[in-house]
């Protein structure tokens, strides 16, 4: 069960990554000068990418992602550090859709940002995961809040995580 819910994490994120990427470069080729059918064409597809692919491949990535942590019982510091850089995802993606309306209800009246600081920022931002998640690196608790380590009165548990 664990192997199928990793599988689907896995191609769900690879779609989510994927339209991280893919999104910005659509956005850069709409041009406030653009005729109407120009733009009604690109404007379709940017938003069925967004709404209709990106949108749900992130919300089942990260809905499959929590489970297999809780499933795994994957509380170790490096899973903290990973998910706190699937937050940075989850606001790229977040600005992704509002630059996706904006381009959407102004035509002609609009700028699209250069897609190369979002490119860098999210390329690296997955990267820094892959390593975390294949690594699985020693990162020491003192990075770590006190009041995260010690959930509401009980004992966090001693075992090694599953590898």
Same mark, same amino acid.
């Not at 920022?121 to 995961?129: D, F, P, R």
């Given at each position: 069960m664990? =192997?199928?819910?990793k599988?689907?994490?896995?191609? +769900?994120?690879?779609?989510?990554?994927?339209?991280?990427?893919?999104?910005?470069? !659509? *956005? =850069?080729r709409?041009?406030? +000068? @653009? @005729?109407?059918h120009r733009?009604?064409?690109?404007?379709?597809?940017?938003?069925?990418?967004?709404v209709?692919?990106v949108t749900?491949?992130?919300?089942? +990535?990260?809905a499959?992602g929590?489970?297999?942590v809780?499933l795994?019982d994957?509380?170790?510091?490096?899973?903290f550090?990973?998910l706190?850089?699937?937050g940075? !995802?989850? !606001? +790229?993606?977040?600005?992704?859709g509002h630059i996706t309306?904006q381009?959407? %209800?102004?035509?002609?009246?609009?700028?699209?940002?250069h897609?190369a600081? *979002?490119?860098v920022?999210?390329?690296?931002?997955?990267?820094?995961?892959l390593?975390?998640v294949l690594?699985?690196? !020693?990162?020491? @608790? %003192?990075i770590?809040p006190a009041w995260?380590?010690?959930?509401r009165?009980? *004992?966090?548990?001693v075992d090694e995580?599953?590898?």
């Amino acid at each position: 069960m664990i =192997a199928v819910l990793k599988f689907f994490h896995i191609a +769900a994120l690879s779609i989510w990554c994927a339209g991280l990427v893919g999104l910005p470069l !659509l *956005l =850069a080729r709409h041009h406030p +000068a @653009d @005729d109407q059918h120009r733009y009604s064409r690109r404007r379709l597809v940017t938003h069925v990418t967004y709404v209709g692919v990106v949108t749900p491949a992130a919300v089942i +990535a990260i809905a499959l992602g929590t489970a297999l942590v809780f499933l795994r019982d994957v509380f170790a510091p490096w899973m903290f550090v990973k998910l706190a850089l699937v937050g940075l !995802l989850v !606001l +790229a993606h977040a600005w992704l859709g509002h630059i996706t309306l904006q381009v959407g %209800e102004r035509q002609g009246d609009y700028s699209t940002p250069h897609p190369a600081p *979002l490119l860098v920022v999210s390329a690296l931002t997955m990267l820094v995961i892959l390593i975390l998640v294949l690594g699985k690196p !020693l990162v020491g @608790d %003192e990075i770590l809040p006190a009041w995260l380590m010690s959930p509401r009165g009980h *004992l966090l548990p001693v075992d090694e995580v599953p590898r």
